[in-house]
């Protein structure tokens, strides 16, 4: 029986689910069944496939088989195992339609949280996706015919290999007596440097740490106690307005708010002691700064949160440094260079992924806050990655101009990106935090990897969209027939009054013979923000 029930749409961009919660261990009553309609019409599954999706920060996809319950009537079932609540809190899911291995649609997100279980733990992994039944079939198929092998190779070559381990065996037996025989010729030399071995003793054990552990040789423990003490490993660079040397602490806890849920915090609410760790500050001028600490500070996968325009706080899993600036007449920032692309977007929404990305056929090139339409959720994946999996769309009336138009809302990933920056600045509109965004980034950067065709021969174009003259401008291209990259580094000044970068690709025209193709890998923009204050 199903604990969950709902109707999910292949083509409306929302459900009425509501948020559904599962606990973890609930591997078999975690039953969800759903109706899946197209333009309110009950979807057609006879002869397909249907699979459960998800994606866990930062690495770990999933994917499993749902048991299709009534064909015609759009019908599925899914139970949810460890796989699919693996970590705990708010998840996004949905289902992908597949005839054999080819995909053909997918149904909106859907909203379930993970509720924690007392005998659970989160898991860590390397990504995956995969179709277990699948991979179980083809792994028992290379097991079988490897071992057949395996038997007939050691039938015809037994008397072979037995001749060669009598050979190993006489070879070592013979250099275990070479051995023997050196070693008691040097036998008073050795024990007169190391009367009892204590000396090698004491040598072995200084490789042994019981915070660090055992290390692959004392030079290397002594290299990081050094990097220990030292504080020379570079945390970040700071920008302010002190017109001198500010003084400075670094603080360190572990667990509190936005590292863990409540319920997962082992040192309870406010997470754990603070902590003034050792740093060494450079002072570059009278206006920046860089702090360093020692090397066991150095996060490699750390998060800048928005502290204030004086702290700056980085966060790693449940480890925190804070920055602070102890001056009272001081306002500082850091700046950040953030990657905008098209993973994890659902087309039709801008919930997950607030950027999209329009093909258009035409004879000039549109005008971009006017122009309709939307990619489909299996493109953007494409778009996503660098990857060699290619987009391919073609224009083939004569004079028709293949685009790919590329919407960039910088306004919006901000203000998700970094909670309370806005506000810090009074700027609680729209165009207010349009205006605070041109002062705050200093740097915009589209890029687009792909190439293009047409009636005059290979080549692609990338132009940008001037919101002031309403017209495209630069001229980024190549005339390769592979994949190369191509970008456009600019500044504010093309960042509309509605908050977005507008880019555009595109190929040379159809002569109606010749069709006009665009071809495209990956699709990014790159903006450079100063976080913080002044």
């Known amino acids: 029986m199903a604990k969950?029930?709902?109707?999910?749409?292949?083509?409306?961009?929302?459900?009425?689910?509501?948020?559904?919660?599962?606990?973890?261990?609930?591997?078999?009553?975690?039953?969800?069944?759903?109706?899946?309609v197209q333009n309110g019409i009950p979807y057609d599954l006879s002869g397909f496939r249907v699979f459960f999706c998800t994606h866990f920060e930062p690495y770990v996809s999933v994917e499993k088989n749902a048991e299709i319950i009534d064909a015609k009537k759009g019908i599925i079932r899914f139970t949810m195992d460890d796989d699919c609540m693996q970590k705990i809190g708010r998840q996004e899911g949905y289902f992908e339609i597949y005839k054999e291995d080819t995909f053909l649609d997918a149904t909106q997100n859907f909203t379930y949280t993970v509720q924690t279980s007392i005998i659970k733990r989160l898991m860590d992994g390397e990504s995956y996706i995969q179709r277990l039944e699948d991979l179980l079939k083809k792994l028992q198929e290379a097991m079988d015919k490897s071992q057949e092998e395996v038997e007939k190779w050691l039938e015809e070559n037994r008397k072979k290999i037995d001749d060669l381990m009598k050979e190993m065996d006489q070879f070592f037996a013979d250099k275990k007596i070479e051995f023997n025989e050196w070693f008691e010729?040097?036998?008073?030399?050795?024990?007169?440097?190391?009367?009892?071995?204590?000396?090698?003793?004491?040598?072995?054990?200084?490789?042994?740490?019981?915070?660090?552990?055992?290390?692959?040789?004392?030079?290397?423990?002594?290299e990081f106690a050094e990097a220990v003490f030292a504080a020379d490993t570079k945390l970040m660079s700071i920008n302010h307005n002190f017109r001198g040397y500010p003084k400075i602490r670094v603080l360190y806890w572990e667990y509190g708010m936005a590292t863990r849920p409540l319920e997962m915090e082992p040192t309870g609410i406010g997470g754990g002691n603070v902590q003034m760790i050792d740093f060494n500050v450079e002072y570059l001028d009278p206006y920046s700064l860089v702090v360093k600490v020692p090397i066991t500070y150095k996060f490699s996968d750390q998060e800048l949160v928005f502290a204030g325009n004086k702290r700056f706080r980085l966060i790693s899993d449940y480890k925190v440094l804070q920055v602070e600036l102890l001056e009272d007449d001081v306002s500082a920032y850091v700046e950040q260079t953030v990657t905008l692309?098209?993973?994890?977007?659902?087309?039709?929404?801008?919930?997950?992924?607030?950027?999209?990305?329009?093909?258009?056929?035409?004879?000039?090139?549109?005008?971009?806050?006017?122009?309709?339409?939307?990619?489909?959720?299996?493109g953007y994946k494409k778009f996503a990655e660098l990857d060699g999996d290619i987009v391919n769309v073609v224009a083939t009336d004569k004079g028709e101009i293949m685009?790919?138009?590329?919407?960039?809302?910088?306004?919006?990933?901000?203000?998700?990106?970094?909670?309370?920056?806005?506000?810090?600045?009074?700027?609680?509109?729209r165009e207010q935090q349009v205006v605070i965004t041109r002062n705050l980034v200093s740097s915009v950067t589209p890029v687009t990897y792909g190439y293009g065709s047409g009636a005059n021969g290979s080549k692609l174009t990338m132009q940008i969209y001037n919101p002031r003259s309403k017209t495209w401008v630069g001229n980024s291209a190549h005339t390769e027939a592979t994949?190369?990259?191509?970008?456009?580094?600019?500044?504010?000044?093309?960042?509309?009054?509605?908050?977005?970068?507008y880019t555009i690709v595109y190929a040379p025209a159809s002569d109606g013979a010749t069709p006009s193709v665009v071809n495209i890998d990956y699709v990014s923009l790159e903006y450079k923000l100063k976080v913080g204050g002044i």
């Open 341 to 378: 692309d098209f993973k994890n977007k659902v087309s039709g929404s801008m919930v997950e992924n607030p950027h999209k990305i329009i093909g258009d056929r035409g004879t000039a090139l549109p005008d971009p806050e006017t122009l309709p339409g939307d990619t489909s959720t299996a």
């Open 4 to 36: 969950w029930a709902g109707t999910l749409s292949t083509t409306e961009p929302y459900n009425q689910l509501g948020i559904l919660k599962a606990r973890q261990g609930n591997k078999n009553s975690e039953v969800f069944e759903f109706k899946i």
């Open 403 to 429: 685009k790919i138009v590329e919407f960039f809302d910088i306004v919006t990933d901000i203000d998700r990106r970094y909670p309370g920056l806005f506000e810090s600045f009074g700027a609680t509109t």
């Open 483 to 501: 994949t190369n990259k191509l970008n456009l580094a600019v500044d504010t000044y093309y960042l509309g009054d509605d908050g977005f970068v």
């Open 185 to 222: 010729s040097v036998r008073e030399i050795l024990e007169s440097i190391d009367p009892g071995g204590i000396l090698l003793s004491e040598i072995t054990k200084a490789r042994s740490s019981e915070r660090y552990g055992t290390f692959e040789n004392l030079d290397k423990r002594l």
